[in-house]
């Protein structure tokens, strides 16, 4: 009988193993990152991660996390696996949000303090260059073919197009207030920017050739709720270019877009004050980081439905899921 | 026809473009320095550039902007007396200044913005009096500080907030402690306080500072607050600095200060971080090696207005950019968490105001509740149907 067990306890590991991955949560006041597992929602672990972790992502083969300690003025880059702090990378001061290079090399990340993007080489952890931007740099995208880095800067309200084979911004885009977040269509004809004091996403179409035109903007409205708490922030595209959501902060809702139309179709209501949103590698789930309520909403995507929270650290700010 | 459009469509593009490419602003910060007391606290000394280091930081901010855009930004600080102010302002008219940022008086600012006419925009970043927001407003002078109304409105919201609904008024004798009183009583009866017990804190004059002057203030104030009826907190109105520092601890009964000492109305502080203001905080703390003063706040935000109207529109003209500021479209992000703005009626801005214990940000006005069919920032200060200005109709 207990061999029989033992079986089944192997089977089921198996099983849950081909599904599950890992979600790691920065916690910007806890000073940690919590771990979940994709299957089964539970908390993992939780380990301290620096001062302020805000801005956290992984590399393409799944093992190495690399985090924003916000007030440690660097990047700390952990082993996915173990957690353990392998080494750090010289971001500049307060670094809040970066994005990687699809090839893991190199890492691009807004550097508020300075009006720079920095672009840190992941292998010699030295800095290739500095890119100056408008003022406070927040926002990080890069298109998938890898040619355009997109940096939103806060205070100058621009969407910067950095040419990354020669670090040139070669186009600007003047979006609504405080820019917070860009995120390229998975075919790379769009940009989706959000203005958190705005109120908006911007709708900009990328040509061919990369000249970005902005065409439209997407504008929230809910009944009994003051438009100026309808703050997008965290904004994610599935593949199919078939939705689209967006973190509405203070509004404790996520926004869902129709991808063709888009018409906002319907809010999602999650804890509070939600911030950044990650999808697994199916897109079967999306996870929203609620910095006021210290949990992690589960949105069903297909059904566009929270399923479930999941308590974390304190004050949880941005979302990364593990590669399959 | 397909084609001639999108012909037509670049045209215009380019057209734009070019446009948006040659703009060169001029802005003056214009700051009539007034004989003053020392302040009763050390802190409160004003630095030589009060005001100019935040319009010099909203300078960089606007031109790091206006280097993608094709702008160049030049600013003019000027202080001068009183008694060299009309002189001073003249000539600058007369070498073309056509935005002006003023941090001076009531009495002052009325006359310059009369001087100015209407080829001249105006920015307020200093004068609080009500009545220029409201009988007194002129259309050439839009106001970034906030109103005296508006700093009494978001004291009294708290207070009713926290339910302490019975008010305690100490009020100066100057006549700008007697308009800051009335500015409580005002908003006691809009937010459904009582003022219980009202009393004047006479000035008498004399030297603010003794070496030893704590051990008779310590038995002062005791006497002058005994016998007060129930009170839930002590409103101070003390626009002169005379007493209100003292209030906090020396009461006959022991009640929470607010107004002019302890709990604080205020539009900006050094210490304040919410919103990505701790940026706003280190760039501005680099640049001129010292804090940051509400009047700096308020004259880095005078100048990103323009910088903002300025991107918006890609022309220099003053009344252009005055238009820009007081339309729907003008929006302004200014570290309070939500867009800053303009009331059309009297060119007020409206703003969130902070609530300061002079080390946190303790709070922000408008309050949790308080609804306004606009924006939940027209509870604060001088609505539409209460002003009786009509130069911006």
Known sequence: MKRLIATCLTFSCLATGAFANKVYVSNEKGNTVTVLDSDSWEVLTEFPAGNRPRGITISPDGKLLYVCASDDDMVRVFDAESYEELYTLPSGPDPELFVLHPSGNPLYVANEDDNLVTVIDTETHTVRAGIPVGVEPEGMAISPDAKFVINTSETTNMAHFIDTSDYKIKHNILVDQRPRYAQYSHDGKILYVSAEIGGTVSIIDIAEDGTPTLSDKISFEVPGVQPEWLQPVGVRTTSDGKWIFVALGPSNRVAVIDGQSHEVVKYIMTGQRVWQLAFTPDEKFLITTNGNSNDVTIIDVEAQKAIKSVQVGQQPWGVVVAPD | ?393
Request: glycine share 6%; net charge negative.
């Open chain 2, 1 to 393: 026809m397909r084609h001639f459009l999108s012909v037509l469509l670049v045209g215009i593009c380019a057209a734009f473009a070019t446009v948006a490419q040659a703009v060169e602003i001029r802005a003056t910060v214009f700051r009539i320095d007034y004989p003053q007391l020392a302040p009763i606290s050390r802190y409160d000394l004003n630095p030589d550039d009060l005001g100019f280091a935040g319009a010099l930081l909203a300078n960089e901010d606007n031109q790091t902007t206006g280097n993608f855009m094709g702008q160049t930004w030049t600013l003019d600080t000027v202080t001068t007396t009183p008694d060299e102010a009309d002189a001073v302002f003249d000539a600058l008219m007369s070498e073309g200044a056509g935005i002006i940022i003023t941090m001076a008086r009531a009495d002052d600012l009325l006359r310059l913005s009369d001087r100015a006419g209407d080829k001249v925009l105006l920015i307020n970043a200093l004068a609080r009096d009500t009545a220029l927001r409201d009988g007194e407003c002129r259309a050439n002078l839009l106001h970034v500080a906030p109103s005296d109304a508006m700093m009494a409105d978001a004291i009294a919201q708290f207070a009713m907030w926290k339910k302490w609904s019975d008010w305690f008024l100490i009020h100066g004798s100057n006549s700008a402690d007697t308009a800051l009183a009335e500015e409580y009583r005002r908003a006691a009866k809009k937010f459904g306080a009582k003022i219980v017990e009202q009393r004047e804190y006479e000035d008498t004059g004399g030297s603010r500072r003794t070496d030893t002057g704590h051990v008779l203030v310590q038995r002062q104030i005791p006497v002058f607050t005994q016998d007060a009826r129930d009170h839930d907190i002590v409103i101070a109105a003390d626009a002169s600095d005379v007493f209100a520092p003292y209030l906090p601890f020396n009461l006959w009964t022991p009640r929470p200060v607010m107004g002019s000492s302890g709990l604080r109305p205020v539009t900006f502080h050094a210490a304040h971080e919410a919103w990505g203001a701790t940026q706003f905080q280190r760039r501005f703390e680099e640049l001129t090696n010292r804090r940051v003063r509400e009047e700096d706040y308020q004259a880095w935000l005078a100048l990103r207005v323009i910088g903002e109207a300025v991107t918006r529109t890609g022309e220099a003209a003053p009344g252009v950019l005055r238009d820009y500021a007081l339309s729907d479209a003008f929006e302004l992000a200014a570290f309070k968490g939500q867009k800053v703005t303009f009331r059309q009626w009297n060119g007020q801005m409206r703003q969130p105001i902070l609530l300061y214990d002079d080390r946190i940000t303790m709070s922000v006005s408008p309050q949790e509740g308080y609804l306004h069919q606009r924006s939940p920032l027209d509870s604060l200060g001088l609505d539409m149907p209460e002003s009786a200005c009509t130069a911006f109709n």
